[in-house]
């Protein structure tokens, strides 16, 4: 596509055609010699002025080289390999984070794993500790009614030896009693005894005289 290149304004930016080489000469003309023979297809260069014709541009290079180039060598947009070229470029960056944001996601969702077996587990070990403490309180429970059935029967055991004690006591009171009465039998049957044994005689003896007189 031919420019216009004196409708254009100075230092204004254009791209080399897709060619693959394009010479740059010291002024505007094929007779003036080359100065960079390997200026590729895509180079941006820069517009200084244009010249004489239409046929001819000065511009810079890059690397800072100026010269001569045919207009029709340029275009106002990229071309199509640059186009390509960056397309890929930025391509292959899209690629290369749509990996890394999917790498990422895996382990997103590797944490989110870890977090919900953490999470299970941390359940897990509420549920069991409520299970003990339940269990805890039930055994405690029991204890405090073993406690108190103790107490009962240790009361009911103490009431049980005092009534016993009392038991042994009037138990041993009427053994007493006995052996007092016993013993008051005894003495009275040996007192009956002996008046007999003095009355008798002199019951005898008193008989005796009666008859003599």
Sequence with gaps: MLLSISTHAQDEQQYVTDILHVPLRSGEGNEYRIINKGIRSGTPLTILEAGS?????KVRTPQGVE???RSQYLQENETAS???AKMESQL???NEENARLQQEVSNLKKQAQTLQQTSDSAQSAEREM??????????????????KRYTELLERQQLLQTQNDVLIAENENIKGDTSVKFMLYGAGLIIIGILTALIVPA???KK???EWR
């Design 53 to 57: 014709s239409e046929e001819w541009v």
């Design 67 to 69: 010269g001569w180039i």
């Design 82 to 84: 640059r186009v390509a």
């Design 92 to 94: 292959k960056r899209a």
């Design 130 to 147: 409520a299970e003990e403490l339940q269990n805890i309180k039930t055994l405690s429970a029991g204890a405090i009614d073993l406690e």
């Design 203 to 205: 019951l005898t003896v």
């Design 208 to 210: 005796r005289h009666s």
